[in-house]
């Protein structure tokens, strides 16, 4: 199962663009990249998931390169109601694995 | 539409008691799953059910037990609680298998402290 890595912090400011890229250098063929969002006190919450190239929803965007080795999600214009953890997951068919997370603080 | 609960949502208990920690979710999801949260170490799994009577292990099985007599409950028991296991709990579901395809939707968790 491949490992990710990802910054263990992150700040901004509210209505900027927050970018929160993670390492896979080891995926597999079959591994789908997946985020998770986690607030204070609660369970976490799908966010996003994709295989390739670039995948859009209501609350973000991943960015995902040809060698599939790293991923970027996109969060346009945070608010401080975006202060959250986020996993990047990596996995196949068989198993998840969560990490430790980027705990983003966004700023007033 | 209640979603998956769990109950108690806090629990102090003390070292060497048994504690059960309830899920329960409303969505016929086949995969249940139990997850502990603790500082510095991101959610690891404790135990995984497939379907109703099925059971398999985690990361992190030692000290706990669980049993799936219904699809919509996974229950997990500390047969004797220890410190080690203070931490918050998270169950989860989903709806066709356990790989990064599918989504898993969290319960709000269960805070347990042993003493």
Same mark, same amino acid.
């Given at each position: ?13 509210? =209505? ?18 997946? &985020? ?6 609660? @369970? ?5 998931? %994709? ?15 040809? !060698? ?13 109601? !975006?202060?959250? *953890?986020?996993?990047?997951? *990596? %996995?196949? $068919? !068989?198993?998840?694995?969560? =990490? ?9 | ?25 409303? &969505? ?5 799953? &139990?997850?502990?949260? !603790?500082? @510095? ?9 497939? +379907? ?9 099985? $030692?000290?706990?037990? *669980? ?7 996974? #229950?997990?028991?500390?047969?004797? +609680? ?16 356990? %790989? ?7 319960? #709000?968790?269960?805070?347990?402290? *042993?003493?």
């Amino acid at each position: 199962l491949a490992k990710t890595t990802q910054p263990i912090s992150m700040d901004s400011y509210e =209505g900027q663009e927050v970018n929160i890229t993670c390492s896979h250098n080891n995926i597999a063929t079959n591994d789908y990249i997946t &985020w998770y969002q986690q607030f204070p006190s609660q @369970g976490p919450r799908f966010i996003i998931q %994709g295989y390739k190239t670039k995948v859009t929803n209501e609350v973000a965007s991943l960015f995902i390169p040809a !060698d599939r080795k790293s991923s970027t999600l996109s969060l346009p214009r945070v608010s401080l109601s !975006d202060t959250a *953890v986020y996993y990047c997951l *990596v %996995g196949d $068919d !068989d198993k998840i694995i969560f =990490g430790k997370g980027t705990r983003l603080h966004i700023l007033p | 539409d209640a979603g998956i609960t769990q109950s108690p949502r806090y629990k102090i208990t003390e070292t060497g008691r048994q504690v059960t920690l309830m899920c329960h979710q409303t &969505w016929s999801h086949s995969y249940m799953f &139990w997850y502990r949260q !603790d500082l @510095g170490h991101g959610l690891r799994l404790i135990y995984y059910s497939a +379907a109703a009577d099925i059971t398999d292990k985690g990361e992190v099985p $030692d000290g706990y037990v *669980v049993s799936r007599s219904k699809t919509e409950n996974f #229950p997990l028991t500390l047969e004797s +609680a220890t410190r080690s296991q203070t931490s918050v709990y998270f169950c989860a579901s989903s709806g066709l298998g356990r %790989g990064s395809q599918e989504t898993q939707y969290f319960g #709000p968790g269960t805070r347990l402290l *042993v003493l």
